[in-house]
């Protein structure tokens, strides 16, 4: 049994955005050396959160729209009056997803459904620099 751990940083620009990081972390995983085992993916984050998902535009639409309808811009935050960064909507709508992934992984590689991607979903009112960590677990 093997443990190997890896990492990047993502730049975001604005709320809602969707990065693709699949790439990323199928790197990760190359470099591990692993040909089966599980990769542990965690967003060191309370601002925005890592999903699963098919990479359609209309899909990644209704994924946000699904999360301002539970944390909407125009009503009272009481986190904005605690410290006045006017980001109390993003901390809600990352709950409603998770901040961390376990995929496995089969032969070399993270094992995805064909339609399959993992993004990391910005909800921060600002730009940001997020830290993804990989904790890896198997065999070479």
Known sequence: MTIFMDGFSVKTESENQFTDITGRISGSVSRSGL??????????????????????????????????????????????????????????????????LTVPVRNGELLLGTWQSIFLLEFDVRPRERRVSITMVGDV
């Not at 993916?41 to 539970?70: H, K, Q, Y």
Request: negative net charge; glycine residues 8%; charged residues 25%.
């Open 35 to 100: 040909s089966s085992g599980i990769a542990s993916i965690f967003l060191l984050s309370t601002t925005s959160s890592l999903i699963i998902c098919e990479n359609e535009g209309g899909l990644l639409e209704d994924i946000v729209r699904r999360a301002m309808f539970f944390a909407p811009d125009d009503i009272e935050y009481r986190h904005n009056k605690a410290w006045g960064d006017n980001n109390g909507r993003s901390h809600v709508k990352a709950t409603l997803y998770r901040q961390d």
